[in-house]
């Protein structure tokens, strides 16, 4: 089955700093990922689109200068987020299709916690 | 736009007893459906999916859900449950076609009690 990674799975950093995320897909190549933030007891919110060689497509109300967002290759996005305040503490979670499986199913990496002091 | 309502946060349930999970959404296009499943600290995986035909779909860990147009409605059942499914289960709706975006409910925590 496709397999999503993300690195790293949980990150505490100061107020301030910027905090990079991987996402991967290991054994097939996505050219749509999907990032989530899911805060405590709540479901999960799509942040933003991130399509292989262009642009990403942010959600009303996401701001894309804060969650920057990069799809260098058909296997890897990430999202860096800059200046992370503790209001930007979540489970960041990303998805993707496989062009092998079906058009109707997302393979979800098992999230990355981040912790901002 | 589409939405979501999972009415109930979280449901207690005695291992054994059988369980039901209610998921609504509103759509002004055809949909598909799906439940996913997350265990503590991991991602989302996919429990099972309605996208057309049989409005009655399975898993194969013994869940089903059942498709109703006119209620507008993607129940989740188990018959019995075990210790193990204790995780939170989300409802989610995308519209019809390929690598469409997925909107999420807010979530429902099974809670099996031994």
């Known amino acids: 089955g496709a397999v999503v990674s993300q690195h790293p799975s949980w990150v505490i950093c100061k107020s301030g700093t910027s905090v990079k995320i991987e996402c991967r897909s290991l054994?097939?190549?996505?050219?749509?990922m999907f990032w989530y933030r899911q805060f405590p007891k709540q479901s999960l919110m799509l942040m933003a689109t991130?399509?292989?060689?262009?642009?990403?497509?942010?959600e009303q109300g996401v701001e894309k200068d804060k969650f920057l967002i990069n799809h260098a290759s058909l296997t890897l996005s990430t999202l860096t987020v800059t200046s992370a305040h503790p209001e930007d503490s979540s489970f960041y979670i990303c998805?993707?299709?496989?062009?092998?499986?079906?058009?109707?199913?997302?393979?979800f990496g098992p999230g990355t916690r981040l912790l901002v002091l | 736009a589409q939405s979501v309502t999972q009415l109930d946060s979280q449901v207690p349930v005695f291992e054994e007893a059988p369980v039901e999970l209610r998921c609504n959404y509103s759509s002004s296009v055809s949909v598909y459906l799906f439940w996913y499943v997350q265990y503590p600290n991991q991602g989302l995986q996919l429990l099972l999916k309605y996208l057309s035909g049989s409005t009655l779909v399975e898993s194969i860990n013994g869940f089903e859900a059942e498709f109703n147009k006119s209620q507008t409605s993607f129940h989740l059942r188990k018959p019995s449950v075990h210790i193990s499914d204790t995780a939170e289960y989300f409802c989610?709706?995308?519209?019809?076609?390929?690598?469409?975006?997925?909107?999420f409910g807010i979530g429902t925590k099974l809670q099996v009690i031994p």
């Open positions: 054994d097939f190549q996505a050219t749509t």
């Open positions: 991130s399509n292989e060689g262009s642009k990403a497509t942010y």
């Open positions: 989610a709706v995308s519209n019809s076609g390929g690598y469409q975006k997925v909107t």
């Open positions: 998805s993707a299709f496989s062009p092998t499986g079906d058009q109707e199913t997302q393979y």
